[in-house]
């Protein structure tokens, strides 16, 4: 079992700048696959950005150039900076861990909302 918090949402205008934060707690932070995913309203939830254990990196389309992935073991945090952001970039953004040994378990935090808008 792992908790996910996420964290650093808000309202930032076109072209401005986020990062997100997701505090991980319970079972140890580097048995998991972390990503983060975003759902806007009406669509389906689509993925962000993921890092595996060992930090290979992997991109939803279009977004890498934009969106960095990072991950700070000791710190049991991941992180997402999100740069030139832009309208369609609004969404609830969501943390989500894969447990490496046992892919079944698989937890989500609650999100954090992110509305860019003049």
């Known amino acids: 079992q792992v908790q996910l918090v996420e964290s650093g949402g808000g309202l930032v205008q076109p072209g401005g700048s986020l990062r997100l934060s997701c505090a991980a707690s319970?079972?140890?932070?580097?048995?998991?696959?972390m990503a983060w995913y975003r759902q806007a309203p009406g669509k389906q939830r689509e993925l962000v950005a993921h890092?595996?254990?060992?930090?290979?990196?992997k991109y939803g389309d279009a977004l890498k150039g934009r969106f960095t992935i990072s991950r700070d073991n000791p710190d049991n945090t991941v992180y997402l900076k999100m740069s030139n952001l832009e309208p369609e970039d609004t969404a609830v953004y969501y943390c989500?861990?894969?447990?490496?040994?046992?892919?079944?378990?698989?937890?989500w935090g609650r999100g954090t909302q992110v509305t860019v808008s003049s």
């Open positions: 989500n861990a894969v447990n490496v040994m046992s892919p079944q378990y698989t937890f």
């Open positions: 890092m595996t254990v060992d930090g290979t990196s």
């Open positions: 319970g079972n140890p932070f580097t048995i998991y696959n």
